[in-house]
């Protein structure tokens, strides 16, 4: 699959996004602010309420405390201080959850799930059922919040990219490749899966690479979208990788 066939890819483009969909959230008066913080909110959830869980919380203290979190943030209009020119907005999210843990967690554990005004639904069973899978590791609060940030946002990657394959009607092309998509060999061999594809082994190779290039592509989108400055992509994206190997 060509850039041309997935649509345009303007490098250059990517970079003017930057904090766009933090600010957006940000602008309470705007129509499309909800979307934007609903959006956030999906994407690190789960980090921050891993995060929670780590310190030693129960599932539902975890659960009342990341939700009354995200309420905080649309009644307090937090949003408004999130800032590019202070650096990543990952940080800056777990700095002020921990802010909310030390002064005002006692509020926050009276509050009844989903009744703070958090304009969505989120899988807390889900949730929890994720971190029980988690592997006893050792791992501190801010790791496992690192970790689990890197493995949500290549997860949304992913996701993005299986959609424009789907879009093109090659469900079963990118399904066949995936497994590979970040670098690993194809174990079974290029003759092998251009056989259940009905392609030549050649056609593969090059499927693979446009496959990993707009991976890498969408993975460099991603995190421009909160990251201060084109010069911070490349060491966010060697901090997410040392995340991933912890």
Not at 89 to 118: D, H, P, Y
Request: aromatic residues 10%; hydrophobic residues 40%; proline residues 3%.
């Amino acid at each position: 699959m060509s850039t041309h066939e997935t649509g345009s890819r303007n490098p250059q483009a990517f970079f003017t996004t930057h904090w766009s969909q933090v600010l957006l959230a940000a602008d309470y008066d705007s129509p499309d602010s909800a979307q934007a913080l609903e959006n956030l909110c999906r994407t690190y959830w789960y980090p921050l309420y891993a995060y929670v869980r780590r310190q030693g919380r129960t599932a539902e203290d975890a659960q009342d405390l990341t939700q009354a979190f995200f309420a905080r943030l649309l009644e307090r209009k937090a949003l408004s201080l999130a800032d590019p020119e202070r650096g990543r907005f990952r940080t800056f999210l777990l700095s002020s959850l921990k802010n909310f843990l030390i002064n005002e967690w006692e509020k926050a554990r009276a509050a009844k799930r989903g009744g703070g005004g958090v304009a969505f639904s989120l899988n807390e069973q889900d949730a929890d059922g994720r971190y029980l899978m988690e592997p006893i590791d050792g791992l501190t609060p801010e790791r496992i919040y690192e970790k689990r940030w890197a493995v949500t946002l290549l997860a949304i990657v992913l996701e993005r990219l299986r959609q424009e394959y789907l879009a093109h009607d090659k469900a079963l092309l990118f399904d066949a490749l995936k497994p590979y998509v970040c670098g690993d060999t194809i174990t079974e061999g290029y003759e092998e899966v251009a056989g259940r594809l009905g392609m030549s082994a050649g056609s593969v190779r090059v499927a693979m690479h446009r496959l990993r290039d707009a991976y890498r592509e969408l993975l460099r989108a991603e995190v421009a979208r909160t990251v201060e400055s084109p010069a911070a992509v490349d060491e966010e994206l060697r901090h997410l990788v040392a995340a991933l190997r912890t």
